[in-house]
């Protein structure tokens, strides 16, 4: 009965830090041997013209923000340092469940030994109050085990820290949704930067390898000898990036000086480069996937049928597939283009064999991703292949008279952002294998997303 009871009182404590964190506002004065300056969410707040975050004086403003919260850190929590921090940035989404499923199959994916090691950092980075609160609440009463603990942490940014919406919106690509996502994950990692010997970047609607901290600790130490910046666990945008925590308040800055010019994944290339690693460090299997939600008004329904999307997740048109690899009566061609968990499976494949994705109308791309291979290890993928887009369709049946190289398959996968007008007026995506292969192959899916304004309407959303 008293151990219940001291259970009890632990978590209620724990789910009060967390409120602490989801506020990031602390009393005006805290009366303690250290003479702690007192700490609150206004701290980075001074109004920031258009261009201040790129000013000395305001990353300034970052600097203090991430003093007062260690020591908010230090005096409140005395909390362990740990070896390995995850770090997330949430957004509202349409499937709310999103963040949740994230956390649910973070913890079920690692072990009680390995959840030692572990600390999971969420940046709640909205400011719609209902929403903060109705987050709190659901992971406050599904984690309260890990909040008492310590291994999970909420933090929330006040709106009046990020620049005006006008000034992300000028001059930056996709508007303000890229500025504003550069700009929560450099809070992210400013927060993150003390926390763990190393910092694992992770999106909030990923599923999660089992084991994948081991997997994780074996590759960290077979690079003990070979310096590193960034180890890839996943070739998906920023997915799975491992850095040093070392690292973590030089990139937050890096982020901020630049965070109008390109989206998250454009700069972080960058910033491995300037410190002096030249080439991707991909390492395989790889760990972590991202999950895309759809929902339909009836169970039954094809993949083929409506679908209220994901404003994040692909838009994959109307379409009729073709392809001259081999077919078995399991496993289909058209499975490799449905949005949800079924692939397309055949073997013994030679160079020239294409699976060709043909639109019922043109369209206007802005993204396309091939995924091959099995999920946790990698089998069964392609080993060399690449992406065309075709233009000028032409008969009955109808076929494209042109392609143009998109790019190539790295490691069984492609994620490509067409950032010009060669995404403009597209009829077809055609697969196509470079190198004869022997044996099973395993198309899991191709994901194309068309340029529209769901960019400005994600972009709304944070108003």
């Known amino acids: 009965m008293r151990c219940s009871i001291r259970r009890g009182i632990i978590t209620s404590v724990g789910i009060g830090f967390l409120w602490f964190f989801i506020t990031l506002k602390v009393p005006r004065e805290i009366e303690d041997d250290q003479n702690m300056m007192a700490f609150k969410g206004q701290v980075a707040t001074p109004a920031l013209k258009e261009d201040n975050y790129g000013k000395r004086r305001d990353l300034s403003l970052m600097e203090a923000w991430q003093n007062h919260t260690f020591q908010y850190i230090k005096t409140i929590q005395q909390r362990r340092k740990t070896w390995l921090t995850v770090g997330i940035s949430s957004v509202p989404r349409p499937d709310q469940s999103s963040l949740l499923y994230t956390l649910v199959s973070l913890f079920h994916a690692s072990s009680k030994t390995e959840q030692k090691r572990l600390t999971v950092l969420i940046h709640l980075a909205h400011s719609d109050l209902s929403w903060l609160k109705e987050t709190v609440a659901h992971i406050s009463t599904l984690f309260s085990t890990q909040i008492s603990a310590g291994q999970l942490l909420l933090i929330h940014a006040p709106s009046d820290a990020y620049p005006t919406m006008d000034a992300m919106r000028k001059k930056t690509h996709n508007g303000e949704f890229y500025s504003r996502q550069n700009i929560d994950?450099?809070?992210?990692?400013?927060f993150a930067a003390k926390l763990s010997e190393y910092f694992l970047l992770l999106e909030d609607n990923v599923h999660c390898a089992s084991s994948f901290i081991t997997h994780i600790h074996r590759k960290v130490d077979a690079m003990r000898s070979n310096p590193w910046v960034l180890l890839e666990f996943s070739n998906m945008g920023f997915l799975g990036k491992l850095f040093h925590s070392r690292d973590l308040p030089l990139l937050a800055h890096f982020l901020l000086l630049f965070y109008?010019?390109?989206?998250?994944?454009?700069l972080i290339p960058h910033f491995r480069t300037l410190l002096a690693q030249k080439n991707p460090i991909l390492c395989r299997p790889f760990l972590f996937y991202n999950r895309f939600s759809y929902y339909t008004s009836n169970d039954s329904q094809k993949a083929t049928s409506f679908r209220k999307k994901n404003p994040y997740g692909p838009d994959n048109p109307p379409a009729a597939i073709f392809t001259n690899m081999k077919v078995f009566d399991v496993h289909f061609p058209?499975?490799?283009?449905?949005?949800d968990e079924s692939f397309f499976w055949t073997h013994d494949v030679s160079a020239g064999n294409h699976l060709t994705v043909i639109l019922n109308h043109p369209a206007n791309l802005s993204r396309v991703q091939v995924l091959t291979g099995t999920i946790v290890d990698g089998k069964h993928a392609l080993e060399k292949g690449q992406v065309e887009l075709g233009y000028d369709p032409e008969g009955m049946p109808q076929?494209?008279?042109?392609?143009?190289?998109?790019?190539?398959?790295?490691?069984?996968?492609?994620?490509?952002?067409?950032?010009?007008?060669?995404?403009?007026?597209v009829s077809c995506v055609r697969l196509v294998v470079k190198a004869n292969q022997v044996g099973g192959l395993i198309i899991r899916h191709i994901y194309l997303w068309e340029e529209n304004s769901k960019?400005?309407?994600a972009a709304q959303s944070w108003m």
């Open 185 to 190: 994950h450099a809070f992210l990692m400013s």
């Open 399 to 425: 076929y494209c008279t042109s392609f143009a190289l998109l790019g190539h398959l790295l490691e069984g996968q492609m994620n490509q952002e067409i950032l010009n007008s060669m995404g403009y007026d």
């Open 260 to 266: 109008k010019e390109k989206p998250l994944d454009g």
């Open 455 to 457: 960019y400005m309407e």
């Open 334 to 339: 058209w499975e490799a283009y449905t949005l």
